[in-house]
Every structure is written in structure tokens, then in C-alpha cells.
């Protein structure tokens, strides 16, 4: 695929641009670019003759963090299971089985839920279920608005990102520090927000899973990116890993992909549309996870859901915008687009596309999807490391986020 890389905004030009939606705006003002390297005199001859000297000594070796030293020590299976994440309806319990029998990476919390105490319920027994040197992963969809799992006392109620990005990058800033501080106080590590997607003027709330639902903060990419970006830092100050959703942008279509498997391809959004610049900007500004749309995007990959494309994940999101932590798909439990998709295949293809771990909605399917995984890798040794580097970016991001003690 030829591929030029994409504009970069700066994080000064993307703060900037957040309130600069509107026919004003210039589209390619950026901020200052150019580079410092504090200097570009030589030094004198002792100290160049110094460091040429000290740069042929033997560079240091950096310890193995823990993720690496705990990575040796798993088995197959638990290798596997940390690559699949499970949803827990409100007012419902943990399976046993999905912990300490399948070692899912982690739960979601789904549907609403308005008792803070059934949360810390919910996260206390993850807690306990779980190896204790192997903690889950616990994440929620906490956008604002009309997608906000947390409500009553268990989180404060925050404006929708359509109102945020109206009214500018301080309102967005104090919105999802405020889901930040909400999530940390329940023992929640990652925020399944903001989203990222550039609602396509021309659709607006015909857009069924943004724009009808005012989950898209604008519709101008730079304007956009900005907001995501500070979307991405706020929840960061707090400890809370943003997830960047749905790549490569669910804004040009008409229907959810969670409910129909019709009206769900872009015929648009290819690897140079500038609508991948609010994405840009949220993994510039630090951005720990990406969510996979299941839209299909016939400019990358003719036919097949944007999960499942190397050309999607390994060529635009990896090599083209420089993304390196965890790559999870959107739900493939409950999902109608993936619904004709053979189970064990949702969890193989990310693997083979180059994504990392899979969600499901509906958790009586975690067996499966952990035996597919395992029985995937035991395959070849190729196929064996790809679950392992997998495996490895999400120990990796649960010791950034302080779960894993040396």
C-alpha cells in the first residue's frame, strides 16, 4: 500500500483548534514545528575527542520490568486469556470461570449502573478471582452524556462530547477529569473513551452511532483532535488509561455497527483522510489503548471489518500513525456486524491483523474465544509469539497503570 504519512498538528496547534471549529478557521494553520537540539556548535577538541571515546564502551543493559519477568512465567492458556476482555451486565455477578479458570485479561462494565457499592462489588471480586500476582483489567464506557455507564453515585454526570466541543477545551478538560476522578475512586483503570471519530457534516445525526447519539465532539478534524487530545490528558493526570475509538472512524456512516450489519461501510476514509487526525492527536497526547471499528472500509480493505484488516491495524494504525499500545476491537460478543463471523475466528483475525484483544459483551463466550487463542498459537511458532507480544502490551500497559508490583 503506498502511504504518505499525515499531517501532525502540535500539541500547541491542537489545543488551539478545539475552539476554532467554524467557516473562519484556517484548516492548515498549524503551530510552530522545526526542531532544538539546544545548540549546534561544536565543542572544542578535548570534548569531542572525549565523547567519541566514551561512545564505543558497551551500552548498558536495562533490567526486565515486570511485565517482561511475569510474560515468562505464563502458560499457554493464560497467555491466551489475557487477550480477551469481558463485559458484566449491571445487577449481575462474575463468572468464576472467566477469572480463574479462562484468565481473562480483564471485565468491562456494562449497561448502567447507578450503586457505587455494586461497583466496588464488582471490582473487589475481580480482585479476589484473579491470580494476585495477575490482577484483571477492569474498563467502562464513560464518554458523558447519553454513554455513561457509571450514574447515581457511582460517577457525576458529565455534558456529551457534541456540548463539550462546543464549548471549548477547558470544558472538555474539566468533564473528563472529573471521569477520571470518578474511575479512580472505584478501582477503575481505563476510561473505553474518548471518542475520536469526525462526524461527516453532510450526515450529522443521520449518523447513527455518533452523530445520533452527540458522542462525536465536532466535525472538523483538527477541532476534533484537539478535544481528544485534551479528553486523553485529563484522564492520564488521574491514572486512567483514554481509549481512542472506533479506528479508523465510524462518522461516515449511517448505522451501529452494534445493531446492524447493513450501512456500515465507508467508502470514504482511506489512509490519507484527514478525519485520522483527531486519532493522531489523541495518541500524541498519550493515548494507551485504540479501539477497533467493525465498519468496513473498502479504501484500506475491501470487505472486511476494520478489526480484521492488517491494512487497517499494522499498515495505517502501527506503521502510518506510529500507535504502539493496545489494540482491542469493539464488542464481538453481541455485535451484529461480526454476527455471521465464526466465535473463534473474531479473536484469531485480530491476532492475524495485528491487534491484540477482544471484547465481549456476552462473557458465556469467554471459553471459546480463550480456546481459540490457544489452540491459534499452538499452531506455529510464528503464530505463538504473535499472542505472546500481544500478551506482553497488555502486561505492559496494567504495569503503567500500577497493577503489577515488582
Excluded at 454526570?157 to 477545551?169: D, H, M, R, V, Y
Excluded at 495485528?354 to 474465544?369: F, Q
Aim: net charge negative.
Amino acid at each position: 500500500m503506498r502511504r504518505r504519512h499525515l499531517l501532525a498538528l502540535t500539541p500547541a496547534a491542537a489545543l488551539a483548534a478545539c475552539t476554532a471549529e467554524g467557516p473562519d478557521q484556517d484548516p492548515g494553520a498549524d503551530g510552530p514545528g522545526g526542531s532544538s537540539d539546544g545548540g549546534g556548535a561544536e565543542g572544542p577538541p578535548s570534548q569531542t575527542a572525549s565523547t567519541a571515546a566514551t561512545s564505543t564502551a558497551p551500552a548498558t543493559t536495562e533490567p526486565p520490568t515486570v511485565a517482561e519477568l511475569l510474560l515468562e512465567t505464563l502458560s499457554p492458556r493464560e497467555l491466551a486469556g489475557q487477550l480477551v476482555l469481558v463485559g458484566i451486565p449491571a445487577g449481575s455477578e462474575i463468572p468464576e470461570q472467566v477469572l480463574t479458570e479462562h484468565h481473562a485479561g480483564g471485565i468491562f462494565l456494562l449497561q448502567v449502573w447507578e450503586s457505587a457499592e455494586a461497583v466496588d462489588r464488582t471490582v473487589t471480586a475481580a480482585r479476589e478471582l484473579s491470580r494476585p500476582d495477575l490482577p484483571a483489567l477492569i474498563a467502562v464506557d464513560q464518554e458523558g452524556g447519553q454513554v455513561r455507564m457509571l450514574r447515581g453515585d457511582a460517577a457525576r454526570k458529565t455534558p456529551s462530547a457534541e456540548k463539550l466541543g462546543a464549548q471549548g477545551i477547558d470544558a472538555v478538560t474539566e468533564a473528563y477529569t472529573s471521569i477520571g476522578e470518578d474511575l479512580a475512586a472505584r478501582g477503575i483503570q481505563v476510561a473505553l473513551a474518548p471518542v475520536a471519530d469526525v462526524v461527516d457534516p453532510a450526515l450529522g445525526d443521520v449518523n447513527e452511532p455518533v452523530g445520533g447519539l452527540d458522542r462525536g465532539f465536532g466535525t472538523e478534524p483538527n477541532a476534533v483532535g484537539a478535544c481528544v487530545a485534551a479528553a486523553t490528558t485529563a484522564l492520564a493526570a488521574q491514572g486512567i488509561a483514554a481509549t481512542l475509538k472506533h479506528f479508523p472512524g465510524l462518522g461516515r456512516v449511517e448505522q451501529n455497527t452494534d445493531f446492524s450489519a447493513e450501512g456500515i461501510e465507508d467508502e470514504v476514509t482511506g489512509p490519507e483522510d484527514p478525519f485520522l487526525e483527531s486519532f493522531r492527536a489523541g495518541i500524541e497526547a498519550g493515548a494507551q489503548l485504540v479501539m477497533m471499528s467493525s465498519a468496513i472500509y473498502p479504501q484500506l480493505e475491501a470487505g472486511v471489518p476494520a478489526m480484521f484488516s492488517a491494512a487497517a491495524i499494522q499498515d495505517l494504525l502501527r506503521d502510518g500513525l506510529g500507535f504502539e499500545g493496545l489494540v482491542v476491537t469493539d464488542d464481538i460478543g453481541a455485535a451484529k456486524a461480526v454476527a455471521s463471523v465464526p466465535v473463534a475466528e473474531r479473536a484469531t483475525r485480530l491476532l492475524e491483523a495485528g491487534g491484540d484483544a477482544v471484547l465481549t459483551a456476552d462473557a458465556s463466550l469467554t471459553g471459546e474465544l480463550v480456546d481459540a487463542i490457544e489452540g491459534w498459537a499452538a499452531q506455529s511458532p510464528e503464530q505463538e509469539q504473535r499472542v505472546r507480544e500481544s500478551a506482553g502490551r497488555m502486561l505492559a500497559l496494567k504495569e503503567q497503570l500500577g497493577l503489577l508490583q515488582g
